[in-house]
T-cell receptor
Framework: DTAVSQTPKYLVTQMGNDKSIKCEQN?????MYWYKQDSKKFLKIMFS???????INETVPNRFSPKSPDKAHLNLHINSLELGDSAVYFC?????????????FGQGTRLTVV | GESVGLHLPTLSVQEGDNSIINCAYS??????FIWYKQESGKGPQFIID?????DKRQGQRVTVLLNKTVKHLSLQIAATQPGDSAVYFC????????????FGAGTRLAVHP
């Protein structure tokens, strides 16, 4: 009954590979996010989708491409992985884009590029 | 640019004491703030939020104070317990809309028996 679930939890891959991280939420929310947390624990938003529409696209290399097949899913595909992509990636969701709505976070995917 | 920062990267307290975690934000127009708790190996978990039209909000053992004059937030935890050990983040909602949260750097709270 996990609210926001990500797979995989751990991902180790070589430079140059292409990988995907999947996220699903069962909260009925219409907005989903991807955040990146670096080695110093700093959390920064990457993307947000509202009702399958991209609404936030931060300054992220175009090797990162999010895809939202429906409101409950937001996947992140990364091409040509680089060492600097190593981080923990968090998916989150919230109800709507305004008001007092906190974001609910998944458990994170620890990506290690070697 | 906008930023949210914390004064203390690590806070050590004795079990049973009260803890105060501080946060400074830079955008005076921000209208909504959240405190999150992140335990090791887990995602951030919502603790408490506050709107800019409030100065104080209380939850169970936690209180958030907002001082808009100096753009300062604090999280007070009463009777700190070992289970409170975690990294705490304050976040402000970006005024550009879309519920974009801008996080501070985090403070590690270590509770000692």
């Amino acid at each position: 009954d996990t609210a926001v679930s990500q797979t995989p939890k751990y991902l180790v891959t070589q430079m140059g590979n292409d990988k995907s991280i999947k996220c699903e939420q069962n909260l009925g929310h219409d907005t989903m996010y991807w955040y990146k947390q670096d080695s110093k624990k700093f959390l920064k938003i990457m993307f947000s989708y509202n009702n399958k529409e991209l609404i936030i696209n931060e300054t992220v290399p175009n090797r990162f491409s999010p895809k939202s097949p429906d409101k409950a899913h937001l996947n992140l595909h990364i091409n040509s992985l680089e060492l600097g992509d190593s981080a923990v990636y968090f998916c989150a969701s919230s109800q709507g884009t305004g008001g007092n709505t906190e974001a609910f976070f998944g458990q994170g995917t620890r990506l290690t590029v070697v | 640019g906008e930023s949210v920062g914390l004064h203390l990267p690590t806070l050590s307290v004795q079990e049973g004491d009260n803890s105060i975690i501080n946060c400074a934000y830079s955008n005076s127009a921000s209208d909504y703030f959240i405190w999150y708790k992140q335990e090791s190996g887990k995602g951030p978990q919502f603790i408490i939020d506050i709107r800019s039209n409030m100065d104080k909000r209380q939850g169970q053992r936690v209180t958030v104070l907002l001082n808009k004059t100096v753009k300062h937030l604090s999280l007070q935890i009463a009777a700190t317990q070992p289970g409170d050990s975690a990294v705490y983040f304050c976040a402000e909602r970006d005024t550009g809309g879309y519920n974009k949260l801008i996080f501070g750097a985090g403070t590690r709270l270590a509770v000692h028996p």
